[in-house]
């Protein structure tokens, strides 16, 4: 179980990566980051599908994007000077305790 949750941190931190990427690319038309843009997502992809046998895929798939929404958006702050007003941080943190408990309660297949 805990290489399951590995495999779906993984993914999370490559589609991160991947996400964080984009406006860096310039709409594609810089090439280094757009390749590495596609590896992350790819990567992240392939992680998945080890995880989908293990969790429901609705589990995994909220965990996977509540979880990637909330860590770019703190590195959007960070890096990008991306405001956040306060109605957003308490939702983001709202998306973290969802996740919690809908894992909590998760019964693996």
């Known amino acids: 179980m805990i290489k399951t949750y590995l495999f779906l941190t993984g993914a999370i931190i490559c589609e ?7 406006p860096i690319t310039q709409n594609f038309t810089k090439i280094t980051p757009t390749i590495f843009l596609a590896l992350f997502y790819l990567s992240a992809f ?5 995880v989908v046998d293990k969790l429901p895929i609705a589990i995994v798939y909220g965990t996977w994007s509540g979880l990637g929404i909330f860590t770019i958006a703190i590195l959007g702050y960070i890096f990008f000077k991306q405001t956040l007003s ?3 941080i308490i939702g983001l943190f709202l998306i973290i305790a969802g996740t919690l408990l809908v894992n909590a ?5």
Not at 16 to 22: D, E, P, Q, Y
Not at 46 to 50: N, P
């Open 105 to 109: 309660f998760t019964k693996t297949i």
């Open 46 to 50: 392939y992680l998945l599908t080890f």
């Open 86 to 88: 306060w109605q957003a």
């Open 16 to 22: 991160v990566c991947g996400t964080m990427l984009l």
